[in-house]
Nanobody, 123 residues
Framework: QVQLVESGGGLVQAGGSLRLSCAASGRTFSSYAKAWFRQAPGKEREFVSAIMWSGGTTLYADSVKGRFTISRDNAKDTVALQMNDLNPEDTAVYYC????????????????WGQGTQVTVSS
């Protein structure tokens, strides 16, 4: 079974940090673009960050730019999201995604998804 499995979510106070990780199983995604999305209660899933397969190009949503850093380890087939200076508006379920071909910031353009990990930021 092809899976992307997120870990690292939890409860943190405003101003704190968390590091999310996503590992692949069942197949390799080392040559795929990878991304993080998030979905808060009652809201649509939104783009957070993406990284090209080589790791040389990264993209961020304006809301997280300067606070979050995406990285990947193709040897381990993992992608990570370092989240600093968290605020309550960052509270959401965070999903990792992988895509081989054309993609954009819309969730519909990504084919492979993890099950999500909850991040809760208290004020």
């Amino acid at each position: 079974q092809v899976q992307l499995v997120e870990s690292g979510g939890g409860l943190v106070q405003a101003g704190g940090s968390l590091r999310l990780s996503c590992a692949a199983s069942g197949r390799t995604f080392s040559s795929y673009a990878k991304a993080w999305f998030r979905q808060a209660p009652g809201k649509e899933r939104e783009f957070v960050s993406a990284i090209m397969w080589s790791g040389g190009t990264t993209l961020y949503a304006d809301s997280v730019k300067g606070r979050f850093t995406i990285s990947r380890d193709n040897a381990k087939d993992t992608v990570a999201l370092q989240m600093n200076d968290l605020n309550p508006e960052d509270t959401a379920v965070y999903y990792c995604a992988a895509q081989a071909t054309r993609w954009d910031r819309k969730p519909s353009s990504w084919n492979y998804w993890g099950q999500g990990t909850q991040v809760t930021v208290s004020s």
